[in-house]
Each structure stands twice: as structure tokens, then as C-alpha cells.
């Protein structure tokens, strides 16, 4: 989405959403589903960032957000929702999602 | 370090600690060192799990911890104060790290 891969988030505290998947093996649209959800989200009230890294194992993505609000309403956006379902019946083998308050950060810096 | 991926965490609330990183060129030790601290987090009072992914732009781990008091005290545990330090000067490019209280969590299930 940009060169930079971290968010770019406020001062604390905001939401973050920790989305861990096993994925099934091969793509089956998989790379053009979550390039699309990545631009969705982006267009989403309240949104404030996403990094996502995936190896042979895991994937893990952290979607941020304002509020908790914001991440349930991001949850239940109709296209989003679609996805949702494909992801449980064909995408991912396994997932956790987590709700989280971030209430402290630093950087390299 | 086991053949499930995902962090068995309790009901929340737990904290979890989001460790994204940019990493320089080549391993120059780091796949040992992070074998070793991820033994060693195993070993303190109040973990709860890890999750890792990293692929070539970005990695992500996340640390699971009973509460923040266990999370600070991992980070001044003296073996992983010094991989803190080779982190910062030779591993990573640029990270950031984000202290957060989980309030949901769901599965696939």
C-alpha cells in the first residue's frame, strides 16, 4: 500500500486488532482478496494503519483503529463480511483475532 | 518452538506486546538469538504464548503476558537486554513496539 510498512498511529491509547490465520495451501484469490481489503479498510472511519507479515506458517496482520467501535463497524462492512465467510470456508485453515487497547509505544528511535 | 502456531491464551484480559520490525540484510546471528529468547521468554513468570510471522518486508511477533507488570519485566531480563541492543545496532532497520490490553478474542471455531 505504501513504502512505509508501519502504521501510522496517534498517540495511545487506539485499538489494535490482531488477526492470526494458517492459510490452506494455494492462493484461490486469496492475494486479491486481501489486496482489496487492505484498500477498504483504508477508506473505513476511524482507521489508522496495517502491518501484515506471513511465512510458511503464520500469518499475523494488526489492523488499527480510533476506537473499538471503529473496528466492530470495519467487521461488519458488507463486502468485508464476504470475505469473512470465504476466509472461513476456504482461505484459512485455523484463526485467532484479538481486540486489544494499546496503551503504550515506542520506536527504534 | 511447538507445532500449534497459536498462542493458547486464557479469557481475556491478558496484554499482549506487538513487535513489528524492518530488518537489515543477511542473519548475522539473529535466527539463533531469537530460538534463544524465545526459550528464554518461555521461561518467565506470566508468559502466555508467542505468535511470529516475517516475510521480506516486515516482521511481526507477538507476545502474550498474564499482565503488563510480566511484559516489563521480560524486557529487563539481562540476556534479552542485550539481544535488545545487537537488535537496535545490527538487526533491524526500524521497529516499533506496542504495549496492549486484550479485551476479545475469537477463533474460527
Known sequence: MTSDPFAQTPEPPY???VFSSV????????????RRMGALAAEQPGYLGIESAR??????????????A??????????????QERGRSAWYDDYRVRIATVTRDYGKG
Do not use: C, P, R
Not at 23 to 34: L, N, P, R, S
Not at 55 to 68: A, H, K, N, P, R
Not at 70 to 83: F, I
Open 70 to 83: 471503529a473496528a466492530v463497524a470495519w467487521k461488519q462492512v458488507a463486502e468485508h463480511l464476504v470475505a
Open 15 to 17: 485499538v489494535a486488532v
Open 23 to 34: 492459510h490452506t495451501d494455494g492462493d484461490d484469490g486469496y492475494a486479491a482478496m486481501a
Open 55 to 68: 511465512d510458511d506458517t503464520l500469518g499475523i496482520t494488526v489492523s488499527y483503529w480510533v476506537d473499538e
